[in-house]
């Protein structure tokens, strides 16, 4: 493997703060760097009184050019925030805003440096698992997750999966499965964790979260844990006793060995589906996270060209709203209900299904009975009750209640009731 002698640059100075990090690196993640083209000399001209550089179409003062139509749509928006590029990192602005967000949230993310704008989260997922994913790597994940992990993991970088059962006999985090598998893996591991979780909807008790993060710190005492947070769900909670917090907080700083990454974004958090901005965030020294988005935007560059910026500025005039705190807890007052409506449906026996426990985020599980398969449930639902859920391999259905009226919520689940019975 070739490296740049910039990348080497890159490496050898994230080597000079923590060898750990350099050495968790995958090959493309070594390769990685931002080069000094032409994004890094339009950025170094930016205050030139005569800037030539950038291949921007603009009146050569700086604001842009933009067609009728669109500038019509978007006449209550600055021009200059509205139509050029975005940074290929994020325009700082938005990257400042997110930061001061997750500030206020937690007062440990001051000592964390800002994240790397991603065109929506999954795109953070992706980047910080090329960053430090290697072929034949091993992920421990739980046995409920996002299907699309496996289109990351195992189909982009070819690693592979080693699950635990999600839940315990209790029905809480099973926090020693955990413990198991991390140690069943033996060298550098990584382990992806999504609170709260899609597809079972469950955020841990705040104690599980703390013994979570004691088996993660304990998992890095003699070999290298990199720990992915998915946090697309952030503050989708419905119980006082879920922690609303991330798991990413409580492993800041807590072990050289132990590199964590916290992916989040406005998709969820801020309904904003088609916004594109997620984060990427690197819980280590802050002089080493500024290398890594570094390489990120060498990533960045040769993959997406640069983060949309139109989006970033609107998630910065939502997030400077005063009206901000109280428009997010209306949303999730709705979700409020409609989680309290199925929770209820969900209440009256039946020999189909099992619920497993969910407090949060979208979705929840049925863990149908023996004798049924899930997929060929869900093809009758939609033929004969036009009902649509989604299978999550051949035992459970997640039910969706965030995209539903509280209205349809009894019906659908009669209707999954009626189907399971004839089947
Ligand atoms: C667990 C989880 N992570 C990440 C994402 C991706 O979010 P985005 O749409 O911002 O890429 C989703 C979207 O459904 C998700 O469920």
Not at 356 to 381: E, Y
């Amino acid at each position: 493997m070739s490296i740049h002698p910039e990348a080497q640059d890159r490496n050898d100075r994230i080597k000079a703060i923590n060898p750990v990090i350099t050495a968790a690196l995958s090959p493309l993640g070594l390769r990685s760097f931002f080069p000094k083209g032409i994004p890094y000399q339009a950025g170094q001209a930016k205050n030139c009184k005569i800037n030539a550089t950038i291949g921007q179409i603009t009146d050569g003062d700086g604001s842009p050019l933009p067609l009728a139509p669109l500038a019509e749509k978007l006449s209550a928006l600055n021009p200059k925030d509205a139509f050029l590029y975005s940074p290929i990192q994020g325009r700082d602005t938005a990257r400042k805003a997110w930061h001061a967000k997750l500030v206020k949230e937690d007062a440990r993310m001051e000592q964390v440096g800002m994240g790397v704008v991603s065109a929506g989260i999954c795109h953070a997922l992706n980047m910080a698992a090329e960053l430090f994913f290697a072929e034949g790597d091993t992920l421990v994940v739980p046995d409920l997750y996002w299907d699309n992990y496996e289109q990351i993991f195992q189909i982009r970088l070819q690693g592979t999966f080693r699950t635990f059962h999600f839940y315990n006999a209790q029905g809480g985090f099973n926090i020693e499965g955990l413990r198991e598998t991390l140690a069943s893996v033996k060298g550098k591991v990584h382990l992806l964790l999504n609170f709260p979780s899609n597809p079972n909807g469950y955020s841990p008790t705040p104690a599980e979260m703390q013994a979570i993060a004691e088996v993660i710190v304990a998992a890095a005492s003699d070999r290298t844990v990199i720990a992915f947070c998915d946090d697309a769900y952030h503050g989708l909670v419905f119980e006082p006793t879920a922690t609303t917090k991330s798991l990413f907080f409580e492993l800041i700083g807590k072990s050289a060995n132990l590199i964590p990454l916290k992916c989040d974004g406005v998709t969820k958090e801020l309904s904003f589906f088609s916004g594109r901005v997620g984060f990427l965030t690197f819980g280590v020294d802050p002089n080493a996270a500024a290398i890594l988005v570094d390489k990120c935007m060498g990533l960045i560059r040769s993959g997406i060209g640069c983060p949309v910026g139109l989006s970033q500025y609107l998630m910065e005039i939502e997030l400077a709203d005063p009206r901000h705190d109280a428009e997010f807890e209306k949303m999730r007052m709705v979700l409020q209900t409609r989680y309290g409506v199925l929770k209820q449906a969900l209440t009256r026996p039946t020999k189909q299904w099992t619920v497993l426990p969910f407090n949060g985020g979208c979705f929840c599980l049925l863990k149908l009975r023996d004798g049924l398969d899930a997929d060929a449930v869900r093809q009758q639902l939609i033929h004969e009750e036009s009902v649509g859920v989604v299978n999550q391999g051949d035992r459970y259905l997640r039910l969706a209640f965030c995209s539903i009226k509280e209205a349809s919520i009894d019906p659908r689940v009669a209707a999954i009731e009626r189907v399971c019975e004839k089947m």
